[in-house]
């Protein structure tokens, strides 16, 4: 179930996420920077929804261990995403909203006209709704 609530962490405007600080790099200048794309990271404290992915890691892990993954060439990223996730100070939580001043083009969450859903969360979505009206089994 998604939760709303306050989300904590270094967030890059560039690249419109949140960034784990152990992926994160302090620079000779003093600027921290995302160790992954180099741009800029700012500390953020924001209203929005979160799912708490971390209750569902271990399940995670059994299907990608089950090379439900494709290509089986991203399994090792998905497996380093959650290990990232359960040392983040989320605790585990991702947040699946962004404010609507900062991200106007994403889909409104409902009953929260000031969030939109952050793309993957959109789109994931839809690919659940496609499979379940074309008969394809989720379990």
Known sequence: SVH?????GW????????VPETQT???DDG????????????RLT???CTFPLGRF????????????VLPSTRANEVLRG???????????ALSISRPQARVSWGVPV?????ETMYVWVDALSNYLTAMRRSGVSLS
């Open 4 to 8: 709303e609530g306050a989300y904590s």
């Open 11 to 18: 967030y890059c405007a560039s690249d419109e996420s949140f």
């Open 25 to 27: 790099l302090v620079l």
């Open 31 to 42: 600027r921290r920077v995302s160790a992954e794309s180099g741009h800029d990271v700012e």
């Open 46 to 48: 924001e209203s929005n």
């Open 57 to 68: 890691s271990a399940r995670v892990e059994e299907w990608v261990h089950a090379g439900h």
């Open 82 to 92: 959650l290990e990232t996730m359960r040392h983040s100070e989320s605790a585990g």
């Open 110 to 114: 409902p009953d929260r006209p000031d």
